[in-house]
């Protein structure tokens, strides 16, 4: 399975009306997915002001090609890109490898926590195993929950992310301050430094 990740800088003071047209999209192409595992819009909680993320959830490059294709033949959707093209100033799109899916988000409104690892050449199977555990561990501590975990396909190499909802920014904040106090993260992490040389987070709600 693939993750096919599109971010629009939305027009300033526009997310709203965008948010609502994205979330109609399956009104006017109905082979567009409306599952929520299948199809998420988030919205910015840190970084650019007004940026809509969509992420595309499809079996391979190929099944996103005929989708695609598809839609562009429906009178409705040519409708639909121009209100697009009101709201939208930019944006860039990004495949991803999912290496653990997840069952979707639990509900709109949930905080997602999307972090980044830039591998050390030929570490990424070692970062995935290792994100596999501290998913676990952010499950146990309840702390986070549905964690997913991807790999390039696509744009800059030895990318791993691990993507998980946490139930509020407190109880994430709360967990980062005190989690180096835990042995056994002492000992994930020791093990992370040896296949990882850099990381960030980006935090996202999701709009529907």
């Known amino acids: 399975m693939i993750q096919v990740r ?7 003071g526009k997310i709203d009306q965008a948010v609502e047209l994205f979330g109609r999209l399956h009104e006017v192409a109905p082979q567009w997915p409306q599952v929520a595992a299948e199809y998420e819009i988030l919205t910015d909680l840190s970084g650019d002001m007004y940026t ?3 992420c595309l959830h499809v079996e391979s ?4 090609e005929r989708l695609s294709a598809e839609m562009w033949k ?3 959707f040519q409708e639909w890109f121009r209100s697009f093209q009101l709201f939208v100033a930019d944006g860039r799109r990004v495949f991803y490898t999912v290496e653990q899916p997840n069952q979707g988000w639990s509900k ?5 926590v999307r972090s980044t690892f830039r591998c050390l050449e030929w570490r990424v199977a070692d970062t995935v195993a290792l994100l596999e555990s501290h998913g676990a561990m952010l499950i146990d501590s309840k702390v986070g929950d549905r964690p997913r975990i991807l790999t390039d396909f696509s744009g800059p190499m ?3 992310i691990l993507e998980v909802e946490t ?3 407190k109880v994430w904040d709360d967990h980062r301050r ?10 994930w992490f020791t093990k992370l430094i040896t296949c990882v040389a850099r990381g960030e987070h980006e935090f996202l709600r999701l709009a529907r």
């Open 6 to 12: 599109d971010s629009f800088q939305i027009k300033f």
């Open 52 to 54: 809509l993320v969509t």
């Open 61 to 64: 490059v190929a099944a996103w």
């Open 74 to 76: 429906l009178p409705g």
């Open 108 to 112: 709109a409104g949930a905080i997602i």
């Open 158 to 160: 030895y990318n791993v």
């Open 167 to 169: 139930p509020d920014l």
């Open 178 to 187: 005190n989690m180096f106090k835990d042995s056994q993260f002492q000992v």
